[in-house]
């Protein structure tokens, strides 16, 4: 990704993140009250989320690549 779109995704996520924090009261789940288990780890589910959702709104080129996990 290009630097200023790298730039523009970190703001927007953190300005959505902030608005999440500050208006909610318990930011750090430590008890499971979802099926999620890793409640703590929503900031990250938040962003798999956002990212595509920024491509498509910022009519960015996306490039597939494959991916092998190796165990």
Known sequence: M???FFLQYVD???RIMKFIWENCSEIYP???TTSEPLPWRYPGFIGERFFPFFI???SLKKIQVPLVILE
Request: no cysteine; hydrophobic share 35%; glycine share 0%.
């Open 56 to 58: 498509y709104a910022n």
């Open 30 to 32: 430590t008890i499971q």
């Open 12 to 14: 927007e996520f953190f």
């Open 2 to 4: 290009r630097r200023e």
